[in-house]
T-cell receptor, first 116, second 114 residues
Framework: KNQVEQSPQSLIILEGKNCTLQCNYTVSPFSNLRWYKQDTGRGPVSLTIMTFSENTKSNGRYTATLDADTKQSSLHITASQLSDSASYICVVSAHSTGTGTYKYIFGTGTRLKVLA | DAGVTQSPTHLIKTRGQQVTLRCSPKSGHDTVSWYQQALGQGPQFIFQYYEEEERQRGNFPDRFSGHQFPNYSSELNVNALLLGDSALYLC?????????????FGDGTRLSIL
């Protein structure tokens, strides 16, 4: 069964600290993995997209890693800011070569709270 | 450059009613996907429209249907509403139906069923 699991469910850190969010997946055949940031009451915003051959991708203070062998990804946030408080969602896409279609499997997200 | 716009922002219906939600994609995008997000959960894929046809569908009953217009805008229709249909409905647009294209999400329609 295709699944995406994220940990921790929630996290509280102090402003200026770093943190790492985890995503484990059992999705096949793998196409790509994305991290989204979702502010409360808003739609998700894409942070990174990684294909099978990419193992690191950065977007400002956000750095995502991908280990396709162990089927794990992480999102590292450096020097956190109050505006980083949000849910972070991991999404894995599976491609069916037979039908040519894609499936998007979302994790339930990690809720990050940054305190002053 | 307008991003993805959804209407209405909030909606209250009762069980058994029907609802239509609307989405205008980001300028230049031709593919629209719809998602259902229950409180505290990740979005669940409903279906995707490209070239005015449903290209793929998630695990949702036939009560959920959609349409895409020649200007690429889209509607999501839900019939015979159930209490469990209460959720945030998100629309995402992209250029082409390939999954490696970045999706841009709207801020959603919050649907409450009484």
């Amino acid at each position: 069964k295709n699944q995406v699991e994220q940990s921790p469910q929630s996290l509280i850190i102090l402003e200026g600290k770093n943190c790492t969010l985890q995503c484990n997946y059992t999705v096949s055949p793998f196409s790509n993995l994305r991290w989204y940031k979702q502010d409360t009451g808003r739609g998700p915003v894409s942070l990174t997209i990684m294909t099978f051959s990419e193992n690191t991708k950065s977007n400002g203070r956000y750095t995502a890693t991908l280990d396709a062998d162990t089927k794990q990804s992480s999102l590292h946030i450096t020097a956190s800011q109050l505006s980083d408080s949000a849910s972070y969602i991991c999404v894995v896409s599976a491609h069916s070569t037979g039908t040519g279609t894609y499936k998007y499997i979302f994790g339930t997200g990690t809720r990050l709270k940054v305190l002053a | 450059d307008a991003g993805v716009t959804q209407s209405p922002t909030h909606l209250i219906k009762t069980r058994g009613q029907q609802v239509t939600l609307r989405c205008s994609p980001k300028s230049g995008h031709d593919t629209v996907s719809w998602y259902q997000q229950a409180l505290g959960q990740g979005p669940q894929f409903i279906f995707q429209y490209y070239e005015e046809e449903e290209r793929q569908r998630g695990n949702f009953p036939d009560r959920f249907s959609g349409h895409q217009f020649p200007n690429y805008s889209s509607e999501l229709n839900v019939n015979a509403l159930l209490l469990g249909d209460s959720a945030l409905y998100l629309c995402a647009s992209s250029l082409g139906p390939r999954s490696n294209q970045p999706q841009h999400f709207g801020d959603g329609t919050r649907l409450s069923i009484l």
